[in-house]
């Protein structure tokens, strides 16, 4: 995001650095802390423990010279700790992390050496089918999301009640079920599969999609963090996010009946998160699809029509083109 429009939406952030907000129903909580910082973790969890955490730390491809890896894991070490200090004995660890093909599969394969000494488990490594990729010319295009699933002591599961809205169409796994011979087909109770670590059935996020936030670059899909939420907890119980972003794992949460601590070190980011729950709550949409966050205040603020106009020519009469490329 460029200084300058930084600078003008701040004033419209409830959020300024180390404050933590409780939403109005008291269900989850939103600070904007840093996730590397014990103390401040500390504070949120305010003695509570997570049963599940959903974290999307972020990764720049370009950025990551040798050295760069170095110091991003070391980071990671620091805010996996902090996790593992918060969550309860028996609890479950996602990270969406992304693996450079053209670069050694960075950052991916040094997180996952240095996850061996994290505490936590390996369980199951996840594989979300995108629908845009790279490399298409010289290489295998790059379709995947790679999703790690860890575990503390031994959390609570249920993927049986996850199916897809994949029709079960293979035949072909046979089996003999009181002396006469069965196929898959048969003998399952439910017409579709159910999620098994490879997901082709959730669609990207993309603007012309609900659930799409203006601004935000990095969502993640309300379907992924809902199954996660669905497989991994209980209602009520709490589930913590470290990069809130556009506050998807805290929807989610509100969605399936959990609640959500979720910080972000970006205020602007914190306050994203909590107009999403409200915007939700009062209209029961998911995101802003044909709008963005802020659409309030650029109609009032001349400064930010300007501002927008000028670098990015989005006039007011569209604002919904206040997309992506604004908040990179
Ligand atoms: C990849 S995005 C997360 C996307 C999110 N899962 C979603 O669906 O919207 C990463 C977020 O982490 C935040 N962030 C970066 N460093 C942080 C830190 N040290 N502590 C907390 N948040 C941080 C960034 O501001 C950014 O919003």
């Known amino acids: 995001m460029d200084e300058k429009l930084r600078e003008l939406l701040l004033p419209y952030c409830r959020f300024s650095k180390g404050e933590i907000r409780l939403d109005s129903s008291g269900m989850h909580k939103i600070g904007c802390l840093d996730a590397a910082d014990l103390a401040s973790i500390k504070k949120l969890m305010d003695e509570e423990k997570g049963v599940l955490a959903v974290h999307d730390p972020p ?157 935000c670059y990095a969502q993640k899909p309300l379907k992924a963090i809902q199954r996660i939420i669905l497989s991994s907890s209980r209602m009520n119980e709490i589930v913590l996010d470290f990069f809130s972003h556009s506050g998807t794992t805290l929807l989610s949460a509100e969605m399936t009946g959990r609640r959500c601590y979720t910080i972000d070190n970006d205020p602007i980011f914190c306050e994203i998160t909590l107009r999403r729950l409200e915007n939700y709550r009062n209209t029961g949409r998911t995101g802003w699809q044909n709008s963005n966050p802020f659409e309030e205040e650029i109609l009032n603020d001349v400064k930010l029509q300007k501002h927008l106009k000028e670098t990015y020519n989005i006039s007011l009469a569209q604002p919904s083109l206040w997309n992506s490329g604004v908040m990179e």
Not at 59 to 82: G, P, Q
Not at 121 to 126: A, K, L, Q, T
Not at 162 to 176: A, H, M, R, S
């Open 59 to 215: 990764y720049n491809f370009v950025a990551f010279e040798e050295r760069e890896v170095e110091h991003f894991i070391d980071w990671c070490k620091v805010w996996i700790k902090n996790s593992y200090e918060v969550m309860s004995d028996d609890s479950a660890l996602y990270v969406w992390l992304g693996a450079d093909q053209n670069n050694h599969y960075q950052p991916f394969a040094d997180f996952i050496l240095m996850m061996r000494d994290s505490g936590f488990e390996s369980r199951s490594f996840i594989t979300m089918r995108n629908q845009r990729g790279y490399g298409t010319q010289k290489n295998w295009m790059s379709v995947r999301q790679e999703l790690l699933y860890y575990t503390k002591g031994k959390p609570f599961f249920d993927v049986n009640s996850e199916y897809t809205d994949i029709p079960k169409v293979l035949k072909g796994y046979y089996k003999t079920v009181n002396g006469k011979e069965t196929e898959n087909l048969e003998r399952s109770k439910s017409e579709f599969i159910r999620a098994g670590n490879v997901w082709i059935d959730i669609q990207q996020v993309f603007y012309r999609m609900e659930e799409n936030v203006n601004g």
